[in-house]
């Protein structure tokens, strides 16, 4: 690695005397592209057919139409609560307000929830941050690492000291998301797995108050489910990297023996640690 | 016929091949079309696992493989990122493509991206930039990689030559191959009123390693290479003269946007695969 970043710098270094032109006329065509007031005049030829302003607005618009079509994609289930139209148009005011940093338009939208949570218009619906998280965590789990399952038979197996001394490791697929609304129904109203329905968010009762979500891969798929407090509770445990002595031991301290090894039996089946 | 060797020195190419999309991965591997090679999106698959990289696993099991990226940005001034050639190697390594190719354009300036084809000023200071840093890129990766013409909606004010005087420029200080895109050979030559057959006459028939064939949109004032239609009469008139000039290139039918049932690539690719099947190969002559 260490030779690899030598290797490019000498040539960037070699390179950059050149390229400071280049760089001013790149910055200029950014600038405009996300937006900014830009004079394409200035540096585009012009046609008969076409004004340097008409042909720098073919890029910027491939570029926002791009973004737009790639926010859809990985915000399906915001898209659907907040209509196309208005989608769209929030999208555009996130597009000019957070450039792409990444080569790679799988990373594109990290911000876009706490967008959400400012977004003025979007006041009275406070949960669309949240239903956002949902949605970027579910595109993560989609990349993820391919991972060995840790089955509960596996664990089981072990000598009872290892057993306790085991810190488990979570899936790199799997994110929780704590919401103060019910945010795992409002996921499933507005993210079509189950199909039509006639429910609206607006049906919802808001006074049932807080809810959790865990995304996570089960193999190829994506899971979405609503998790109790004690699991929650065990899982953010684990994500501490606290063994499993310990979990338990805190957990007892909090629940019977019975509600703790149904807890853990339940999250080994859901395929949240892995080997 | 005028088969490729891999990049890797493993397998050879031929033949007209299609552009691999996420909407057809279970046409594919359910019905195995006879169809000599696929092209994955390299930016599709540079995720750590998932369905993606399954997907082209399994298509890679059964055909040969070439990746087309368009996120090296090889015209930008910024450092190229070493994280994206990384993975870029990395996939290399696993899927053994026979062809490795990106475009002729900047996509990315000062850490921000914008995802797209942008042209460069054709001058001989920016032929000589973009040319450091693809053969920093080749000799990371180890072997020589394609780069594309793409499409263009303007022209710089400081731009010196023309964009296939530029091209050949930049593949001879490069060393590298060229990737010849019919379909915007002909939308730019419409969007910048130049000859589009005497482009191709221009261009150096050794380095030509692959041929692209896809659909424009006709917005009226100009023509926009969406790769969301079938290829226009006059790029099929453009690719026979192509097929003259290169000979039996591999070739590629894209498509993009508004993506189609499979059996229209597949018709598509039959219409190419005749042009490819008839074509007398008339000139020779490399540079």
């Given at each position: 690695?260490?030779?690899?970043?030598?290797?490019?710098?000498?040539?960037?270094?070699g390179m950059k005397e050149k390229s400071d032109s280049l760089q001013q006329l790149y910055n200029e065509f950014m600038n405009g592209v996300y937006g900014q007031s830009i004079y394409p005049e200035t540096f585009i030829q012009g046609s008969a057919r076409l004004s340097p302003q008409q042909q720098f607005a073919a890029y910027r618009g491939s570029v926002v139409g791009n973004l737009s079509n790639v926010l859809a994609d990985i915000f399906p289930s915001v898209n659907r609560c907040l209509g196309k139209n208005f989608f769209e148009a929030m999208g555009l005011r996130y597009i000019d307000e957070h450039p792409s940093t990444s080569p790679s338009l799988d990373n594109y939208g990290q911000a876009f929830p706490t967008f959400c949570d400012n977004f003025t218009p979007l006041k009275e619906y406070p949960y669309i941050g949240d239903l956002a998280r949902i949605d970027w965590a579910w595109h993560q789990a989609f990349h993820a690492l391919d991972e060995q399952v840790l089955s509960l038979t596996a664990i089981q197996g072990l000598e009872p000291e290892q057993y306790l001394a085991l810190s488990l490791q979570p899936s790199e697929s799997l994110h929780i998301i704590d919401s103060s609304y019910p945010i795992f129904r409002i996921w499933q109203l507005t993210s079509g797995s189950q199909g039509h329905s006639e429910h609206s968010v607006t049906s919802l009762n808001f006074e049932e108050g807080a809810e959790c979500a865990l995304v996570?891969?089960?193999?190829?798929?994506?899971?979405?489910?609503s998790i109790s407090k004690i699991?929650?509770?065990?899982?953010?445990?684990?994500?501490?990297?606290?063994?499993?002595?310990?979990?338990?031991?805190?957990?007892?301290?909090?629940?019977?023996?019975?509600?703790?090894?149904?807890?853990?039996?339940?999250?080994c089946e859901k395929q949240c640690f892995v080997a | 016929m005028r088969p490729v060797q891999n990049a890797l020195g493993m397998s050879s190419l031929s033949g007209v091949g299609i552009g691999l999309r996420a909407t057809h991965y279970q046409t594919i591997l359910n019905s195995l079309p006879q169809v000599p090679w696929f092209e994955a999106l390299t930016d599709n698959y540079m995720g750590r696992?998932?369905?993606?990289?399954?997907?082209?696993?399994?298509?890679?099991?059964?055909?040969?493989?070439?990746?087309?990226?368009?996120?090296?940005?090889?015209?930008?001034t910024d450092p190229l990122n070493t994280t994206y050639l990384k993975k870029l190697k990395q996939l290399c390594e696993r899927f053994q493509p026979v062809l490795v190719s990106d475009h002729l354009c900047w996509s990315s300036v000062s850490n921000v991206h914008g995802h797209d084809l942008f042209p460069l000023p054709y001058t001989e200071r920016a032929a000589k930039h973009i040319g450091d840093r693809i053969q920093a890129v080749q000799d990371f990766l180890g072997h020589r990689i394609l780069v594309e013409n793409v499409s263009s909606y303007l022209q710089y004010k400081e731009s010196m030559q023309t964009e296939a005087e530029f091209l050949v420029d930049v593949i001879e200080r490069a060393d590298c191959n060229l990737l010849c895109d019919i379909n915007n050979i002909f939308v730019s030559a419409s969007n910048h009123n130049f000859d589009a057959q005497e482009y191709l006459e221009l261009m150096p028939v050794d380095r030509v390693q692959e041929m692209h064939l896809a659909g424009y949109e006709d917005q009226g004032t100009h023509l926009l290479d969406t790769h969301g239609a079938k290829v226009h009469a006059p790029v099929w008139s453009l690719y026979e003269r192509a097929l003259q000039r290169f000979g039996q290139v591999p070739t590629l039918i894209e498509w993009d946007t508004n993506i189609p049932e499979f059996s229209v690539l597949m018709a598509e690719r039959d219409k190419a695969a005749a042009y490819h099947a008839d074509v007398k190969h008339h000139v020779a002559s490399g540079f």
């Open positions: 690695m260490l030779m690899l970043n030598t290797m490019l710098l000498q040539v960037f270094e996570w891969r089960i193999g190829y798929d994506v899971g979405v489910a699991e929650r509770r065990f899982l953010r445990l684990v994500e501490n990297r606290e063994t499993l002595g310990t979990i338990f031991a805190i957990l007892l301290s909090e629940y019977s023996q019975t509600q703790v090894m149904t807890c853990f039996a339940g999250l | 696992g998932g369905l993606p990289l399954h997907h082209l696993e399994r298509v890679a099991e059964h055909y040969p493989i070439t990746l087309h990226g368009v996120g090296l940005s090889l015209g930008s």
